[in-house]
């Protein structure tokens, strides 16, 4: 998988390791960098240990070799959130050198997508795979619902942020006969391919768009957030039966049910998560925020799952709204090259 390595690269990981020195990570987070990597390089350079039979450099490793020593953790009884930890430092490293052009792919991404571990940020949190929630999207039937869900777990937005969505806020690349078709879009979307834009300025009592808010936004500043291909065709799913609305803001979600054609309130958000977390046996009446999902738990999935598949906290911080001033000044000017590449690359699929 080697590109045309820059000329000072010609030891991967010790490029990968220098250059972390000069983003500014400390010597700890470098230290464990290298053990991790050395050991895998380690591991390739070893004809008995590798499933090839002969001796690999890092640069001509295959999503088989990575698996390969994936397996090997597990036979020694690590962790299985060890696991996760090593295999997103290998990610990570595969992940910047093909950015900076000295490897041709990222033979982890694979690996990454099909793996059960994760990172136990919290013992006492419920923690589900990709697989897992594949299943429970796949339940899912009604348009509304299902929109709801696919959103808040492939944005990781906020029940309030998703609540307040306008028309204007969407931006999909097939708008034809769907009611985006007339709707003028936030000039922040203009070329930036099919996005949401999540504002920080709606809050509760306000009036923005025309309309009084039930719902705040929590934003330290706006974000334009990528849609990709599946997002896109489950919003034009939902678009294709999305009753009028009589507000002049044509929020983007609306009642089907009572409140036919309201916008909808966090409450009804919450009532249609819980309801189908009830039926998969991972919502309980008294239980904790830790045990239960509820919408809040969508935005731990996401922020979990593409911090581990990207190794990238800054992009996931973005994209979270948690950032503010000259750093998100930076992903906003760096969004059609890294932002939403990154995104694409690394976010699951729910199908």
């Not at 464990?32 to 001796?55: C, H, K, M, Q």
């Not at 050198?97 to 571990?117: H, K, R, T, Y």
Request: with cysteine; aromatic share 8%; charged share 25%.
């Amino acid at each position: 998988m080697a590109a045309e390595r820059p000329a000072d690269a010609e030891d991967p990981v010790g490029y990968f390791l220098q250059d972390m020195t000069y983003h500014g990570k400390t010597d700890r987070t470098r230290a464990a960098y290298e053990r991790v990597l050395r050991a895998f390089e380690s591991f390739l350079g070893d004809p008995s240990r590798n499933p090839s039979g002969s001796a690999r450099s890092v640069d001509d490793a295959t999503h088989r070799d990575c698996m390969a020593w994936i397996h090997t953790l597990r036979n020694r009884d690590v962790a299985p959130s060890t696991v996760a930890t090593y295999a997103s430092y290998l990610h990570r490293f595969y992940a910047y050198m093909a950015q900076v052009g000295a490897f041709d792919s990222n033979p982890m991404s694979l690996v990454m997508e099909e793996m059960d571990e994760r990172i136990d940020t919290n013992p006492a949190r419920r923690e589900l795979s990709i697989p897992q929630m594949r299943a429970f999207v796949r339940e899912i039937a009604h348009p509304l619902d299902h929109a709801l869900v696919v959103t808040l777990l492939k944005t990781g937005m906020r029940v309030g942020e998703l609540c307040n969505l306008d028309l204007r806020d969407v931006s999909l690349a097939a708008e034809a006969d769907t009611p985006l078709s007339g709707v003028s879009t936030r000039a922040a979307l203009d070329g930036r391919g099919p996005s949401i834009y999540v504002a920080a300025d709606p809050s509760v009592g306000s009036v923005t768009n025309g309309e009084e808010r039930t719902a705040s936004n929590k934003r330290k500043r706006s974000t334009v957030v990528p849609v990709d291909d599946e997002l896109a065709a489950v919003l034009l799913r939902w678009l294709a039966i999305r009753p009028d609305s009589p507000s002049p803001a044509e929020p983007l979600f609306v009642g089907t049910a009572s409140g036919w054609g309201r916008r909808l309130e966090p409450d009804a958000v919450h009532h249609v998560v819980t309801s189908h977390a009830v039926d998969a046996g991972w919502y309980r009446s008294g239980g904790d925020r830790e045990e239960n999902v509820t919408p809040h738990y969508f935005r731990h999935f996401f922020t979990t799952h593409l911090r581990d598949r990207t190794g990238d906290r800054g992009i996931v911080k973005y994209l979270r709204g948690d950032v503010a001033g000259d750093i998100i000044d930076t992903y906003t000017h760096n969004w059609g090259d890294r932002v939403r590449e990154t995104y694409e690359s690394n976010i699951y699929s729910l199908r």
